[in-house]
């Protein structure tokens, strides 16, 4: 396999086949959801800009020119050689469903513990998720700019733990989300601030053991994430009843949570297709060639 700069090219997610497969995909996943709504963040005239005050923002990412690929892949390739029973069932739990599926019971589980007032529980829910979304539609915005290849891309002899996603690499959804997550919950339960750094990272570090993202992909979409959740708090922060009071009163005095996982189950368990068309450590787990595929609407390992 040759090699190529890292700072002039890199590998290209349209150009090449997933191992096990014979051509460059071209079935993406939501490939225009990086100009869906957003709610925290805007894009006009060519830039990102705060939907609180209209500042421009500047989004600290690195350039896939950047980085080396192939010395990412060699993490991958050890990892994947490696894993664990516990990394197994780590990339497994993190990986069943949408992100939500994960997240929204940590805060529901936040929410029952600290007490919290209906109307001011739904705003937390309602913060949280906004800016889940505007997490994901930054991530797609950079997916589908720069196109960078799978690990799985690669190497095509790499069989990974989880079935590969249909979309571009770099930067990581599932950790952008994560880092949005932890810091939008962290804002409101402040006293939770260190396990729900702790679940952000796990989450993103899933998404390595499952052998579907280079290390850089989560350590970036954690940052890009966590970025969207400051400026999402900055708003937050801001916003106040008609009698002038800070709505949010965040809960800054533990109450013991043990916040879940462990135990790595569903909270709302569900059977999810996992027929795969690219190479993964279990062939059952691998897409006949002859099954149908035309009505397949359960969602799966999306990130």
Request: proline letters at 7%; one cysteine or more.
């Amino acid at each position: 396999m040759s090699k190529r700069s890292p700072h002039t090219d890199y590998p290209r997610w349209n150009e090449l086949p997933y191992a096990g497969e014979t051509k460059a995909p071209d079935n993406a996943e939501a490939p225009y959801a990086g100009s869906w709504t957003t709610y925290f963040i805007r894009y006009q005239q060519d830039e990102w800009v705060s939907a609180f005050n209209g500042k421009t923002i500047h989004f600290k990412i690195r350039h896939p020119e950047s980085i080396d690929w192939y010395k990412q892949l060699a993490v991958v390739q050890r990892t994947q050689r490696k894993l664990t029973r516990e990394q197994k069932t780590i990339a497994t739990y993190w990986g069943s469903g949408v992100a939500t599926k994960q997240w929204t019971p940590i805060a529901d589980q936040l929410i029952d513990s600290y007490g919290v007032e209906a109307p001011r529980g739904a705003r937390i829910l309602a913060a949280l998720h906004a800016a889940i979304n505007d997490a994901f539609v930054l991530t797609w915005s950079y997916k589908f700019k720069w196109f960078v290849a799978r690990p799985n891309q690669l190497d095509h002899n790499l069989a990974t733990f989880l079935c590969t996603p249909r979309h571009p690499s770099y930067p990581s959804g599932h950790a952008a989300v994560a880092g949005a997550a932890e810091t939008v919950l962290s804002y409101f339960f402040p006293a939770e601030r260190r396990r729900l750094h702790e679940l952000a990272e796990e989450a993103a570090q899933s998404r390595l053991y499952a052998g579907v993202h280079f290390p850089v992909d989560n350590e970036q979409g954690l940052r890009l994430g966590r970025q969207v959740g400051e400026l999402a708090v900055d708003q937050l922060r801001e916003e106040r009843d008609t009698e002038d009071h800070n709505i949010d009163t965040p809960y800054r005095h533990s109450a013991n949570v043990k916040l879940t996982p462990p135990p790595y189950e569903q909270v709302i368990p569900f059977e999810f297709d996992d027929h795969c068309g690219s190479l993964t450590m279990n062939e059952d787990y691998r897409e006949k060639k002859s099954a149908p595929t035309a009505n397949k609407h359960k969602p799966k390992l999306f990130y």
